[in-house]
Nanobody
Framework: QVRLVESGGGLVPPGGSLRLSCTAS????????LNWYRQSTGKQRELVAN???????NYADSVKGRFTISRDDVRNRVFLQMNSLKPEDTATYYC?????????WGQGTLVTVPS
């Protein structure tokens, strides 16, 4: 069974930083592309960043230059370093992987940047 557990969310002032972490189990982690999504109230879930098995990265335009995705294939973790946070970054952030025939999601971690 694939399991994803996110952590690291919280309340941070504008301009601040947070580092989200997602720990995966139940998959051969190093083989998969890992994704970070976010969803804010009243909006659709959107892809924030992803990192492939060869560590290539992609970012949404809204976070380019501010967020960095990375992975640790030994500890089965993917990270999202978020700098220069803005109120519009407020959302629940989810880790995601397409593995073993399923789309798997974590429970999410809430990031709040007050205006």
């Amino acid at each position: 069974q694939v399991r994803l557990v996110e952590s690291g969310g919280g309340l941070v002032p504008p301009g601040g930083s947070l580092r989200l972490s997602c720990t995966a189990s139940g998959i051969n982690f190093r083989l998969y592309t890992l994704n970070w999504y976010r969803q804010s109230t009243g909006k659709q879930r959107e892809l924030v960043a992803n990192i492939t098995s060869d560590h290539s990265t992609n970012y949404a335009d809204s976070v380019k230059g501010r967020f960095t995705i990375s992975r640790d294939d030994v500890r089965n973790r993917v990270f999202l370093q978020m700098n220069s946070l803005k109120p519009e970054d407020t959302a629940t952030y989810y880790c995601n992987v397409h593995a073993r025939g399923s789309v798997c999601w974590g429970q999410g971690t809430l990031v709040t940047v007050p205006s």
